[in-house]
Structures are given as structure tokens and as C-alpha cells.
């Protein structure tokens, strides 16, 4: 039979993964909120800041270039400022949360609510040996040393 404490120390063990992780998705979820992108219009006729929902957060004439436009060429200078600002945050949300996504999962269609995640996740959750053991008969394994890792 496999010792009693060998368990309790892998247990300790995944608790404290489980906290590292959860503080690191905090932090990832401050920087996230964080994130806003500006991008000119062509002849700098109009600037835009959007935060990483694409919400306009600032909008500055830097020139005089807008006084020569159309009401029709100044909304279209802004809607496209817009779209390129919010292009660029998305780039930059999708540096920081693509590297902890699972393998096969695009990011994109994560955001646009296309991912099938029930594909891309495992069945049952990735632990030791030790605590699958545990988890299915209820009392510490007996075969093996149990330390390794299995999951579905």
C-alpha cells in the first residue's frame, strides 16, 4: 500500500500549484483590463483610443485636417482609427492569454464565441497517479508508486 503521506504531500502539492495558478490568472486578468490601443486616421485627421473591447476611450484632432473633411469622410476616418485600434488590442490580449490556452484551441474563435471547448478539453482533469487512485476507490492507492500523471 502506497504511504498515507505520500498523499497528503501530493495533495499539498497540487493545492499549491492550484494557488500559484490562480494568482497568476489575477494578475493576467488585471493586465487584460489594462489594455487599450490608439491608432491615426490617415493626413492624423482624427486619433482614437479603445480599450480591449474595442469601447472608445478617447478621441483627439491632433491636426486641422478634420475641418477639410466631409461629415461622411470624418466618421469613415473614425470608424476605420477604430477598427485598427481595436485590432491592435486584441493583438495584444491575444499575447497574453494564447500561451495558456489549451493546444488546438484559436483564439480568436475563443473571443468570437466559436470554440467547441468541450473538444479541446480533456475529459477528466490531468493528476497524479497517487490522486486519480484516490479519487475513483476513495483511500490511497496501491499499485505502483503512483506518482505518476495520467488524465483523459
Known amino acids: 500500500m502506497t504511504d498515507p503521506h505520500a498523499l497528503t504531500k501530493e495533495l499539498d502539492h497540487l493545492l499549491e500549484e492550484y494557488r500559484e495558478r490562480r494568482a497568476a490568472a489575477g494578475e493576467r486578468q488585471r493586465r487584460i483590463q489594462a489594455i487599450s490601443a490608439t491608432a491615426v486616421a490617415p493626413r492624423q485627421a482624427v486619433k482614437v483610443t479603445v480599450g480591449v473591447q474595442g469601447d472608445l476611450t478617447a478621441i483627439e484632432f491632433p491636426t486641422g485636417a478634420y475641418k477639410r473633411m466631409t461629415p461622411n469622410e470624418l466618421a469613415e476616418a473614425i470608424i476605420g482609427a477604430s477598427r485598427e485600434a481595436k485590432a491592435k488590442a486584441m493583438e495584444s490580449c491575444k499575447e497574453l492569454v494564447a500561451p495558456m490556452l489549451p493546444a488546438g484551441l484559436n ?8 470554440a467547441d471547448l468541450a473538444q479541446v478539453l480533456p475529459t477528466e482533469p490531468p493528476m497524479p497517479d497517487l490522486v486519480r487512485e484516490y479519487v475513483d ?3 490511497p492507492g496501491v499499485a505502483g508508486s503512483g506518482l505518476g500523471v495520467s488524465g483523459g
Open 107 to 114: 483564439f480568436l474563435d475563443l473571443i468570437q464565441g466559436k
Open 137 to 139: 476507490s476513495g483511500r
